[in-house]
C-alpha cells in the first residue's frame, strides 16, 4: 500500500473508525436460553405420553435443544463464561389441547423476536433467522395438530 495514495488512506480509516458490532445483551441472551430449554422439556414431555403426535413433539424438542446449544455458543462467545440457566421443569398438569394452546403463541412471539434480533444484530442474523423459521414451523405444526383434534361437525 501506498502510504501517500489518499483513496487507500480512506479506506483504512474508514475501517477503523466503523462503530463497534452490537451483539444480544447478556440478560435477553439468558431469557431466550430459558425459554428454548422449557420449550424442550415441555415437547418431550408431550412426547411422551404417545398418540399419534409423538413423533412431531420429538421433532420439535429436538429443534429447541439445537436452539438453545446455539444461544449457548453465543452466549460463550460473548461472554467467556457458559450461561448459569436452570432446567425447566415441563408443565405435565395440562391436557395435550391446553399444552398446544399455550405453546401455539410462544412460538410465534419467539419467532417475531428471533427475526427483530436477526434485524438488531446483523453479525448473528442467519442464525436468528434460522431459529425464527423454526419457531413458525413449531407453531404451524401445532395449529395441524390441534385442527386434527377438533371435533367434525356434521350438517343436516
Given at each position: 500500500?501506498?502510504?501517500?495514495?489518499?483513496?487507500?488512506?480512506?479506506?483504512?480509516?474508514?475501517?477503523?473508525?466503523?462503530?463497534?458490532?452490537?451483539?444480544?445483551?447478556?440478560?435477553?441472551?439468558?431469557?431466550?436460553?430459558?425459554?428454548?430449554?422449557?420449550?424442550?422439556?415441555?415437547?418431550?414431555?408431550?412426547?411422551?405420553?404417545?398418540?399419534?403426535?409423538?413423533?412431531?413433539?420429538?421433532?420439535m424438542a429436538a429443534d429447541e435443544t439445537r436452539h438453545f446449544r446455539r444461544l449457548a455458543a453465543l452466549y460463550f462467545?460473548?461472554?467467556?463464561?457458559?450461561?448459569?440457566?436452570?432446567?425447566?421443569?415441563?408443565?405435565?398438569?395440562?391436557?395435550?389441547?391446553?399444552?398446544?394452546?399455550?405453546?401455539?403463541?410462544?412460538?410465534?412471539?419467539?419467532?417475531?423476536?428471533?427475526?427483530?434480533?436477526?434485524?438488531?444484530?446483523?453479525?448473528?442474523?442467519?442464525?436468528?433467522?434460522?431459529?425464527?423459521?423454526?419457531?413458525?414451523?413449531?407453531?404451524?405444526?401445532?395449529?395441524?395438530?390441534?385442527?386434527?383434534?377438533?371435533?367434525?361437525?356434521?350438517?343436516?
Amino acid at each position: 500500500m501506498d502510504i501517500y495514495d489518499p483513496v487507500k488512506v480512506q479506506e483504512v480509516w474508514s475501517r477503523v473508525l466503523q462503530p463497534p458490532q452490537t451483539a444480544p445483551e447478556e440478560e435477553m441472551l439468558l431469557q431466550w436460553l430459558s425459554g428454548e430449554q422449557a420449550s424442550a422439556a415441555t415437547y418431550r414431555a408431550l412426547a411422551s405420553r404417545g398418540g399419534s403426535f409423538a413423533q412431531r413433539f420429538r421433532h420439535m424438542a429436538a429443534d429447541e435443544t439445537r436452539h438453545f446449544r446455539r444461544l449457548a455458543a453465543l452466549y460463550f462467545l460473548l461472554f467467556g463464561v457458559r450461561p448459569k440457566v436452570f432446567p425447566a421443569a415441563a408443565d405435565t398438569e395440562r391436557s395435550l389441547s391446553a399444552a398446544m394452546r399455550s405453546a401455539y403463541p410462544a412460538e410465534l412471539s419467539a419467532a417475531k423476536g428471533y427475526h427483530n434480533a436477526a434485524r438488531r444484530f446483523p453479525e448473528q442474523a442467519s442464525m436468528f433467522n434460522a431459529m425464527a423459521d423454526d419457531e413458525e414451523e413449531h407453531a404451524h405444526m401445532l395449529w395441524e395438530m390441534t385442527a386434527a383434534l377438533m371435533p367434525r361437525t356434521r350438517r343436516f
